[in-house]
Protein backbone atom coordinates (compact mmCIF):
# COMPACT_ATOMS: atom_id res chain seq x y z
CA UNK A 1 0.00 0.00 0.00
CA UNK A 2 1.47 3.49 -0.93
CA UNK A 3 0.57 5.60 1.92
CA UNK A 4 2.81 8.82 0.69
CA UNK A 5 1.75 8.75 -2.71
CA UNK A 6 -1.87 9.12 -3.00
CA UNK A 7 -4.42 11.94 -4.23
CA UNK A 8 -4.19 14.06 -0.83
CA UNK A 9 -0.53 14.24 -0.73
CA UNK A 10 -0.71 14.82 -4.24
CA UNK A 11 -2.88 17.65 -4.61
CA UNK A 12 -1.45 19.28 -1.32
CA UNK A 13 2.18 18.28 -2.68
CA UNK A 14 3.29 17.30 0.85
CA UNK A 15 5.81 14.35 1.10
CA UNK A 16 3.46 12.30 4.02
CA UNK A 17 -0.56 12.79 4.43
CA UNK A 18 0.25 13.92 8.00
CA UNK A 19 -1.51 16.80 9.47
CA UNK A 20 -0.90 18.61 12.78
CA UNK A 21 -4.36 19.73 13.91
CA UNK A 22 -4.93 23.04 14.05
CA UNK A 23 -5.61 24.07 17.77
CA UNK A 24 -6.92 27.21 19.06
CA UNK A 25 -5.37 29.19 22.00
CA UNK A 26 -1.74 29.73 21.69
CA UNK A 27 -0.64 26.00 20.77
CA UNK A 28 -0.05 26.15 17.00
CA UNK A 29 2.88 28.12 17.36
CA UNK A 30 5.00 29.26 14.24
CA UNK A 31 7.93 27.23 15.59
CA UNK A 32 5.44 23.93 15.44
CA UNK A 33 3.96 24.71 12.15
CA UNK A 34 6.71 25.48 10.23
CA UNK A 35 8.41 22.17 11.90
CA UNK A 36 5.71 20.11 10.51
CA UNK A 37 5.19 21.02 7.43
CA UNK A 38 9.49 20.96 7.26
CA UNK A 39 8.89 17.22 7.88
CA UNK A 40 6.69 16.59 5.14
CA UNK A 41 3.87 17.13 6.70
CA UNK A 42 1.60 19.90 6.88
CA UNK A 43 1.29 22.03 9.97
CA UNK A 44 -1.94 24.14 10.88
CA UNK A 45 -2.26 27.20 12.56
CA UNK A 46 -5.39 27.47 15.00
CA UNK A 47 -6.67 30.79 14.70
CA UNK A 48 -10.25 30.62 15.45
CA UNK A 49 -9.66 32.68 18.77
CA UNK A 50 -6.50 35.19 16.94
CA UNK A 51 -7.04 38.60 15.86
CA UNK A 52 -6.44 39.80 12.14
CA UNK A 53 -3.28 41.10 12.84
CA UNK A 54 -2.02 38.44 14.90
CA UNK A 55 -2.84 36.03 12.41
CA UNK A 56 -1.28 37.99 9.77
CA UNK A 57 2.17 38.01 12.04
CA UNK A 58 2.16 35.03 12.52
CA UNK A 59 1.62 33.92 8.61
CA UNK A 60 4.97 35.98 7.59
CA UNK A 61 6.91 34.06 10.76
CA UNK A 62 5.68 30.70 9.19
CA UNK A 63 6.75 31.90 6.01
CA UNK A 64 10.07 32.78 7.31
CA UNK A 65 10.37 29.11 8.42
CA UNK A 66 9.29 27.01 5.77
CA UNK A 67 8.48 27.29 2.14
CA UNK A 68 6.29 24.68 2.29
CA UNK A 69 2.25 24.46 2.28
CA UNK A 70 0.92 25.20 6.13
CA UNK A 71 -2.51 25.69 6.63
CA UNK A 72 -5.17 28.25 8.58
CA UNK A 73 -8.07 26.98 10.43
CA UNK A 74 -11.14 29.44 11.58
CA UNK A 75 -14.20 28.71 13.28
CA UNK A 76 -17.45 29.55 11.37
CA UNK A 77 -19.41 30.95 13.56
CA UNK A 78 -23.11 30.58 14.24
CA UNK A 79 -24.79 34.39 13.93
CA UNK A 80 -27.98 33.43 16.28
CA UNK A 81 -26.41 33.21 19.39
CA UNK A 82 -28.07 34.89 22.53
CA UNK A 83 -28.73 34.05 26.13
CA UNK A 84 -31.62 35.18 28.80
CA UNK A 85 -30.33 38.11 30.85
CA UNK A 86 -31.28 35.44 33.99
CA UNK A 87 -29.23 32.34 32.25
CA UNK A 88 -26.32 35.07 32.04
CA UNK A 89 -26.65 36.02 35.57
CA UNK A 90 -26.92 32.70 37.11
CA UNK A 91 -24.18 31.56 34.94
CA UNK A 92 -22.37 34.44 37.00
CA UNK A 93 -23.20 33.13 39.90
CA UNK A 94 -22.25 30.05 39.51
CA UNK A 95 -18.33 30.57 38.40
CA UNK A 96 -18.41 33.76 41.31
CA UNK A 97 -17.11 30.42 43.39
CA UNK A 98 -14.16 30.03 41.50
CA UNK A 99 -12.93 33.50 40.50
CA UNK A 100 -13.40 33.81 44.51
CA UNK A 101 -11.70 30.69 45.16
CA UNK A 102 -9.18 31.81 42.77
CA UNK A 103 -9.00 35.54 44.44
CA UNK A 104 -9.81 37.32 41.51
CA UNK A 105 -10.47 40.85 41.95
CA UNK A 106 -12.90 41.00 39.20
CA UNK A 107 -16.37 39.14 38.79
CA UNK A 108 -17.58 37.26 36.05
CA UNK A 109 -19.00 39.21 33.73
CA UNK A 110 -20.43 38.85 29.87
CA UNK A 111 -18.27 40.72 27.35
CA UNK A 112 -19.49 42.17 24.20
CA UNK A 113 -17.77 40.65 21.10
CA UNK A 114 -19.08 40.46 17.70
CA UNK A 115 -17.81 37.01 15.87
CA UNK A 116 -19.36 37.01 12.79
CA UNK A 117 -17.30 40.33 12.21
CA UNK A 118 -14.24 38.85 13.67
CA UNK A 119 -14.84 35.74 11.19
CA UNK A 120 -14.99 38.35 8.34
CA UNK A 121 -11.90 40.34 9.26
CA UNK A 122 -9.80 36.87 9.42
CA UNK A 123 -10.87 35.80 6.40
CA UNK A 124 -10.24 38.62 5.07
CA UNK A 125 -6.45 38.64 6.07
CA UNK A 126 -6.53 34.83 4.70
CA UNK A 127 -7.79 35.83 1.32
CA UNK A 128 -5.24 38.71 1.06
CA UNK A 129 -1.88 36.61 2.27
CA UNK A 130 -3.26 33.61 -0.49
CA UNK A 131 -2.50 30.81 2.34
CA UNK A 132 -2.12 27.63 0.89
CA UNK A 133 -4.75 25.76 2.81
CA UNK A 134 -8.10 27.15 4.71
CA UNK A 135 -9.68 24.88 7.43
CA UNK A 136 -12.68 25.25 8.59
CA UNK A 137 -14.68 23.76 12.10
CA UNK A 138 -18.17 24.74 13.60
CA UNK A 139 -19.94 25.23 10.11
CA UNK A 140 -19.64 25.91 6.50
CA UNK A 141 -18.97 28.91 4.95
CA UNK A 142 -20.77 30.88 2.97
CA UNK A 143 -20.35 29.85 -1.32
CA UNK A 144 -19.15 33.07 -2.02
CA UNK A 145 -16.11 33.06 0.31
CA UNK A 146 -15.29 29.31 -0.62
CA UNK A 147 -15.20 30.36 -4.36
CA UNK A 148 -12.96 33.63 -3.66
CA UNK A 149 -10.61 31.35 -1.77
CA UNK A 150 -10.61 28.32 -4.27
CA UNK A 151 -10.06 31.00 -6.89
CA UNK A 152 -6.96 32.38 -5.77
CA UNK A 153 -5.61 28.98 -5.42
CA UNK A 154 -6.53 27.94 -1.42
CA UNK A 155 -7.53 24.55 -0.84
CA UNK A 156 -10.27 23.99 1.20
CA UNK A 157 -10.64 21.34 4.33
CA UNK A 158 -13.77 20.91 6.12
CA UNK A 159 -14.86 19.05 9.23
CA UNK A 160 -17.09 16.92 9.36
CA UNK A 161 -17.77 14.20 12.63
CA UNK A 162 -20.88 12.32 10.90
CA UNK A 163 -20.74 10.97 7.08
CA UNK A 164 -23.94 13.49 6.05
CA UNK A 165 -21.85 16.48 6.95
CA UNK A 166 -19.07 14.99 5.04
CA UNK A 167 -21.64 14.35 1.94
CA UNK A 168 -22.53 18.29 2.59
CA UNK A 169 -18.71 19.61 2.55
CA UNK A 170 -17.92 17.90 -0.63
CA UNK A 171 -21.03 19.58 -1.71
CA UNK A 172 -19.85 22.44 -0.63
CA UNK A 173 -16.83 22.20 -2.56
CA UNK A 174 -14.11 21.09 -0.19
CA UNK A 175 -10.82 19.88 -1.37
CA UNK A 176 -10.07 17.57 1.70
CA UNK A 177 -12.73 16.45 4.52
CA UNK A 178 -11.17 15.66 8.23
CA UNK A 179 -13.40 13.32 9.61
CA UNK A 180 -13.43 13.85 13.46
CA UNK A 181 -14.07 10.84 15.39
CA UNK A 182 -15.41 11.17 18.43
CA UNK A 183 -12.21 10.14 20.62
CA UNK A 184 -11.07 13.42 19.66
CA UNK A 185 -9.14 16.44 21.80
CA UNK A 186 -11.00 19.60 21.74
CA UNK A 187 -14.44 20.64 20.15
CA UNK A 188 -16.36 18.48 18.75
CA UNK A 189 -16.71 20.36 15.02
CA UNK A 190 -20.42 19.19 14.46
CA UNK A 191 -22.63 21.24 12.67
CA UNK A 192 -25.45 19.26 12.24
CA UNK A 193 -27.57 18.21 15.25
CA UNK A 194 -25.19 17.88 17.91
CA UNK A 195 -25.89 14.29 19.18
CA UNK A 196 -25.31 13.12 15.76
CA UNK A 197 -21.43 13.67 16.04
CA UNK A 198 -20.25 11.40 18.26
CA UNK A 199 -19.16 8.45 16.02
CA UNK A 200 -15.88 6.12 16.90
CA UNK A 201 -12.91 6.73 13.95
CA UNK A 202 -13.57 2.79 13.55
CA UNK A 203 -16.85 3.06 12.26
CA UNK A 204 -16.51 6.95 10.95
CA UNK A 205 -13.69 6.72 8.20
CA UNK A 206 -14.69 3.73 5.88
CA UNK A 207 -18.37 4.90 5.59
CA UNK A 208 -17.32 8.81 4.83
CA UNK A 209 -14.39 7.63 2.87
CA UNK A 210 -17.34 5.84 0.61
CA UNK A 211 -19.65 8.46 0.68
CA UNK A 212 -17.38 11.28 -0.84
CA UNK A 213 -14.96 11.44 -3.48
CA UNK A 214 -12.57 13.50 -2.36
CA UNK A 215 -10.15 12.35 -0.16
CA UNK A 216 -10.58 11.90 3.68
CA UNK A 217 -8.17 12.71 6.46
CA UNK A 218 -9.07 11.19 9.73
CA UNK A 219 -8.97 12.38 12.89
CA UNK A 220 -9.20 11.44 16.54
CA UNK A 221 -7.23 9.13 19.05
CA UNK A 222 -4.25 8.80 16.23
CA UNK A 223 -1.05 8.87 18.74
CA UNK A 224 1.11 7.01 16.68
CA UNK A 225 2.01 4.52 13.49
CA UNK A 226 -0.35 1.96 14.40
CA UNK A 227 -2.99 4.68 14.40
CA UNK A 228 -1.77 5.91 11.08
CA UNK A 229 -2.00 2.75 9.24
CA UNK A 230 -5.37 1.90 10.55
CA UNK A 231 -6.49 4.88 9.37
CA UNK A 232 -5.71 4.06 6.21
CA UNK A 233 -6.29 0.76 5.85
CA UNK A 234 -10.17 2.28 7.13
CA UNK A 235 -9.80 4.31 3.93
CA UNK A 236 -8.22 7.48 5.03
CA UNK A 237 -6.01 9.42 2.92
CA UNK A 238 -4.81 11.45 5.79
CA UNK A 239 -4.49 11.57 9.11
CA UNK A 240 -4.58 14.74 11.54
CA UNK A 241 -3.23 14.51 15.05
CA UNK A 242 -3.43 16.79 18.01
CA UNK A 243 -3.26 15.32 21.48
CA UNK A 244 0.38 14.28 19.90
CA UNK A 245 1.45 17.34 19.03
CA UNK A 246 0.88 19.17 22.40
CA UNK A 247 3.59 17.80 24.12
CA UNK A 248 6.04 18.61 21.35
CA UNK A 249 8.45 20.97 22.43
CA UNK A 250 7.54 23.61 19.68
CA UNK A 251 4.17 23.76 21.11
CA UNK A 252 2.72 27.04 23.35
CA UNK A 253 0.76 24.95 25.13
CA UNK A 254 1.20 25.97 29.04
CA UNK A 255 4.28 23.53 30.91
CA UNK A 256 1.18 22.55 33.34
CA UNK A 257 -0.96 21.36 30.47
CA UNK A 258 1.94 19.44 28.61
CA UNK A 259 2.72 17.77 32.23
CA UNK A 260 -0.72 16.75 32.67
CA UNK A 261 -0.75 15.27 29.65
CA UNK A 262 2.67 13.00 30.37
CA UNK A 263 1.17 12.23 33.63
CA UNK A 264 -2.17 11.27 32.19
CA UNK A 265 -1.82 7.52 32.23
CA UNK A 266 -4.71 6.98 34.30
CA UNK A 267 -6.53 9.65 33.79
CA UNK A 268 -9.71 9.86 31.94
CA UNK A 269 -10.99 12.33 29.37
CA UNK A 270 -14.47 13.34 29.04
CA UNK A 271 -17.18 15.29 26.34
CA UNK A 272 -17.86 18.83 28.59
CA UNK A 273 -19.99 22.10 27.28
CA UNK A 274 -18.61 23.35 30.96
CA UNK A 275 -15.95 25.08 29.89
CA UNK A 276 -16.98 27.00 26.04
CA UNK A 277 -20.61 26.12 25.38
CA UNK A 278 -19.85 23.37 23.00
CA UNK A 279 -18.88 19.88 23.47
CA UNK A 280 -15.38 19.61 23.58
CA UNK A 281 -12.98 16.30 25.14
CA UNK A 282 -10.61 16.86 28.09
CA UNK A 283 -8.57 15.59 30.98
CA UNK A 284 -11.49 15.14 33.06
CA UNK A 285 -10.78 17.63 35.49
CA UNK A 286 -12.27 19.12 39.38
CA UNK A 287 -14.21 21.99 37.15
CA UNK A 288 -16.11 19.46 34.36
CA UNK A 289 -17.20 17.10 37.47
CA UNK A 290 -18.84 20.31 39.13
CA UNK A 291 -20.12 21.65 36.35
CA UNK A 292 -21.58 18.57 35.44
CA UNK A 293 -25.55 19.41 36.23
CA UNK A 294 -25.13 22.71 35.45
CA UNK A 295 -26.61 24.22 32.10
CA UNK A 296 -24.18 25.87 30.46
CA UNK A 297 -24.91 29.28 28.00
CA UNK A 298 -24.14 28.68 23.97
CA UNK A 299 -20.90 28.56 22.59
CA UNK A 300 -19.59 31.24 22.31
CA UNK A 301 -21.09 32.91 25.46
CA UNK A 302 -19.80 30.53 28.05
CA UNK A 303 -16.24 30.31 26.73
CA UNK A 304 -16.48 34.03 27.20
CA UNK A 305 -17.59 34.02 30.39
CA UNK A 306 -14.98 31.06 31.55
CA UNK A 307 -12.29 32.82 30.23
CA UNK A 308 -10.97 34.91 33.16
CA UNK A 309 -11.32 31.73 35.55
CA UNK A 310 -9.14 29.54 32.46
CA UNK A 311 -6.30 32.46 32.62
CA UNK A 312 -6.36 32.97 35.80
CA UNK A 313 -6.03 29.55 36.50
CA UNK A 314 -3.11 28.93 34.24
CA UNK A 315 -1.06 32.25 36.29
CA UNK A 316 -1.76 30.49 39.54
CA UNK A 317 -1.24 26.93 38.22
CA UNK A 318 -4.36 25.70 39.08
CA UNK A 319 -4.97 22.72 36.73
CA UNK A 320 -7.92 21.60 38.05
CA UNK A 321 -9.73 24.86 36.33
CA UNK A 322 -8.03 24.51 33.59
CA UNK A 323 -9.54 23.51 29.91
CA UNK A 324 -7.05 20.76 29.13
CA UNK A 325 -8.36 19.75 25.96
CA UNK A 326 -6.85 16.07 25.06
CA UNK A 327 -8.03 12.81 22.92
CA UNK A 328 -8.61 9.75 24.28
CA UNK A 329 -5.57 8.28 22.88
CA UNK A 330 -3.57 10.72 25.74
CA UNK A 331 -2.05 8.03 27.39
CA UNK A 332 0.55 7.84 24.58
CA UNK A 333 1.75 11.16 24.72
CA UNK A 334 5.62 11.46 24.84
CA UNK A 335 8.01 14.95 25.38
CA UNK A 336 9.69 15.03 21.65
CA UNK A 337 10.93 17.42 19.19
CA UNK A 338 8.56 17.47 16.25
CA UNK A 339 11.42 15.93 14.09
CA UNK A 340 11.53 12.81 16.34
CA UNK A 341 7.81 12.90 16.41
CA UNK A 342 7.34 12.84 12.66
CA UNK A 343 10.39 10.57 11.91
CA UNK A 344 8.95 8.33 14.74
CA UNK A 345 5.39 8.53 12.71
CA UNK A 346 6.59 8.18 9.09
CA UNK A 347 8.98 5.28 9.97
CA UNK A 348 6.75 2.99 11.76
CA UNK A 349 3.89 3.62 9.55
CA UNK A 350 6.73 2.82 6.49
CA UNK A 351 7.58 -0.78 8.45
CA UNK A 352 3.92 -1.16 8.82
CA UNK A 353 2.44 -0.63 5.30
CA UNK A 354 5.46 -0.66 2.48
CA UNK A 355 5.98 -3.87 1.61
C1 LIG B 1 -6.04 21.41 22.32
C2 LIG B 1 -6.84 21.18 21.09
C3 LIG B 1 -7.34 22.28 20.40
C4 LIG B 1 -8.06 22.09 19.22
N1 LIG B 1 -8.46 23.18 18.49
C5 LIG B 1 -9.00 23.01 17.26
C6 LIG B 1 -9.23 24.12 16.41
O1 LIG B 1 -8.97 25.28 16.75
N2 LIG B 1 -9.77 23.88 15.19
C7 LIG B 1 -10.05 22.61 14.75
O2 LIG B 1 -10.53 22.44 13.62
N3 LIG B 1 -9.83 21.54 15.54
C8 LIG B 1 -9.30 21.72 16.76
N4 LIG B 1 -9.02 20.62 17.55
C9 LIG B 1 -9.39 19.27 17.07
C10 LIG B 1 -8.35 18.72 16.12
O3 LIG B 1 -8.47 19.32 14.86
C11 LIG B 1 -8.48 17.20 15.93
O4 LIG B 1 -9.78 16.88 15.54
C12 LIG B 1 -8.12 16.41 17.18
O5 LIG B 1 -7.01 16.93 17.83
C13 LIG B 1 -7.86 14.96 16.81
O6 LIG B 1 -7.84 14.16 17.94
P1 LIG B 1 -6.53 13.86 18.81
O7 LIG B 1 -6.36 15.07 19.67
O8 LIG B 1 -6.90 12.65 19.56
O9 LIG B 1 -5.37 13.69 17.87
C14 LIG B 1 -8.32 20.78 18.74
C15 LIG B 1 -7.82 19.69 19.46
C16 LIG B 1 -7.08 19.87 20.61
C17 LIG B 1 -6.53 18.68 21.33
Not at 92 to 110: D, H, I, N, Q, W
Not at 116 to 129: D, G, I, R, S, T
Not at 154 to 172: C, K, L, Q, R
Not at 345 to 353: H, R
Request: some cysteine; glycine content about 10%.
Amino acid sequence: MDWKQNSLTERLGIQYPIFQAPMAGGLTTPELISWVSNCGGLGNMGAGYMMPDDIRADIKKVRELTNRPFGINLFVPDCDVSAKAEDISAMCTVLERYSSELGMAEKPLLPEKDYALLYKKQLAVLMEERVPVCSFTFGIPDNADISELKKQGTMIFGTATNVNEAVEWEEAGADIIVVQGSEAGGHRGTFQKEESGMIGSMALIPQAADAVSCPVAAAGGIMDARGIAAAMILGAEGVQLGTAFLTCRESGAHPLYKQALLNARKDRTAVTKAFSGKPARGIHNRFMKEMKGVQALPYPLQNDMTAPVRKHAAKLERPEFMSLWAGQGMGMAEEVTVKELMSKLVKGTEALLDK
